[in-house]
């Protein structure tokens, strides 16, 4: 890190922590007798607390979105990108919220977390949660900051999902909704990958059956072969081409099965960075959520009537090159908001980096992303 930070960044942040001790009930039929949200906020709220806005993290996401934690930190938050002063949400008039999950593992009650019934941890004993679940919890953060209502919910891929939730569920507590990249759900071969990445954690001879930390190990080699799929289906191929191509590391090959593509070299360099920040039991979890999710379903699967209850106006974003959740599960959401009589805008924005490329500073993505933003913002008092 330089002495200073940069112009347009939120600067040193730091986490806060809700405890919640109003029992949650979950989807799956337990209850979470208390629990604990910890979140990042960056701006400040307003007299009238109409310009907050609500940042949901996907699959390996967590709190820490923007900003920098330490001046020895060598990299931002995950989405500082778009959020900061003179960025598309910008702090100069937004007040940001960003939440780790519930089941996450970045501090929010997870598997990773102590069980106070038992004193252990949770670890494979932790519920299944659902996206209507989060959606639910992030409520109760919201009431704890006195925020009524928000001026917009944002979230991209698993957070795309979970801001379309929230405009279903609670469609008086949100004015503004932006689903980027995201999809109304799973298609079969989405499925398809996450059973894979969990079969490989789960076949880790460190697994134990979810009880790996009582073993005094963790699922190393599973969960890298887990994050190595996962990233092959976040990039295209054009990016992974356009970056790697078939590139050796040597200058020649070797005729063995040591690495020799830099390729292989970058999945296995991603593989080993996230087994050392990531719980093997929260990607069980979250991919499981990601595959429940389906509001549709209870709507006799008609997408237009799921949609009925939307009041917030919404802003959907996909990506020519992102074959994970392509633009045509976008143009699902918008054909059936506009069926419903809803108030939507849409964008598929050419780029070559896949499904990552929500993430990333995309000069037509900034630019849309950021237009919509200062029309949310001219509705408000800045603080």
């Given at each position: 890190m330089p002495d200073t930070l940069p112009a347009d960044s939120v600067g040193?942040?730091?986490?806060?922590?809700?405890?919640?001790?109003?029992?949650?009930?979950?989807?799956?039929?337990?209850?979470?007798?208390?629990?604990?949200?910890?979140?990042?906020?960056?701006?400040?709220?307003?007299?009238?607390?109409?310009?907050?806005?609500?940042?949901?993290?996907?699959l390996s996401g967590d709190h820490h979105a923007a900003g920098y934690h330490s001046m020895q930190d060598r990299k931002p938050g995950w989405w500082d990108s778009a959020i900061g002063p003179g960025k598309p949400i910008d702090t100069n008039h937004f007040f940001v919220v960003c939440p780790?999950?519930?089941?996450?593992?970045?501090?929010?009650?997870?598997?990773?977390?102590?069980?106070?019934?038992?004193?252990?941890?949770?670890?494979?004993?932790?519920?299944?949660?659902?996206?209507?679940?989060?959606?639910?919890?992030?409520?109760?953060l919201a009431d704890h900051l006195g925020i009524q209502q928000w001026a917009a919910v944002v979230g991209g891929s698993l957070g795309g999902m979970q801001a379309l939730q929230w405009a279903i569920s609670l469609p008086d507590r949100l004015r503004h909704v932006l689903i980027i990249a995201a999809a109304p759900k799973l298609s079969a071969q989405n499925i398809a990958f996450?059973?894979?990445?969990?079969?490989?954690?789960?076949s880790d001879p460190d697994f134990h059956e979810g009880h790996y930390a009582e073993h005094n190990t963790i699922p190393a080699q599973?969960?890298?072969?887990?994050?190595?799929?996962?990233?092959?289906?976040?990039?295209?191929?054009?990016?992974?081409?356009?970056?790697?191509?078939?590139?050796?590391?040597?200058?020649?090959?070797?005729?063995?099965?040591?690495?020799?593509?830099?390729?292989?070299?970058?999945?296995?360099?991603?593989?080993?960075s996230f087994v050392g920040r990531f719980d093997a039991n929260t990607y069980l979890l979250m991919t499981k959520a990601l595959d429940y999710f389906d509001p549709a379903r209870?709507?006799?699967?008609?997408?237009?009537?799921?949609?009925?209850?939307?009041?917030?106006?919404?802003?959907v974003?996909?990506?020519?090159?992102?074959?994970?959740?392509?633009?045509?599960?976008s143009v699902?959401?918008?054909?059936?908001?506009?069926?419903?009589?809803?108030?939507v805008t849409y964008a598929e924005i050419e780029a070559n980096q896949g499904h990552d490329a929500f993430l990333?500073?995309?000069?037509?993505?900034?630019?849309?992303?950021?237009?919509?933003?200062?029309?949310?913002?001219?509705?408000?008092?800045s603080a």
């Open positions: 040193l942040v730091s986490p806060a922590t809700l405890h919640v001790d109003k029992p949650l009930q979950l989807d799956c039929g337990r209850t979470l007798n208390n629990y604990h949200l910890i979140y990042e906020t960056y701006g400040t709220l307003n007299q009238e607390k109409s310009n907050a806005i609500l940042i949901c993290h996907a780790n999950n519930l089941g996450g593992c970045k501090g929010s009650t997870g598997p990773n977390t102590i069980n106070p019934e038992t004193g252990r941890l949770y670890g494979p004993d932790f519920p299944i949660v659902t996206v209507a679940d989060w959606v639910r919890s992030q409520a109760v996450n059973e894979v990445a969990r079969t490989a954690i789960k599973g969960l890298g072969l887990a994050r190595m799929l996962g990233h092959i289906t976040y990039l295209s191929d054009e990016a992974m081409g356009q970056k790697f191509g078939r590139e050796l590391r040597s200058g020649a090959l070797q005729y063995g099965y040591d690495v020799e593509f830099q390729i292989e070299s970058y999945l296995r360099y991603q593989s080993s209870d709507f006799n699967d008609d997408l237009t009537a799921t949609v009925a209850s939307i009041q917030a106006r919404s802003l974003i996909s990506f020519t090159s992102d074959w994970r959740f392509s633009p045509l599960r699902e959401i918008v054909n059936a908001m506009i069926k419903a009589g809803k108030h990333m500073p995309i000069t037509r993505y900034m630019e849309i992303f950021g237009s919509y933003m200062k029309k949310i913002a001219s509705e408000v008092p």
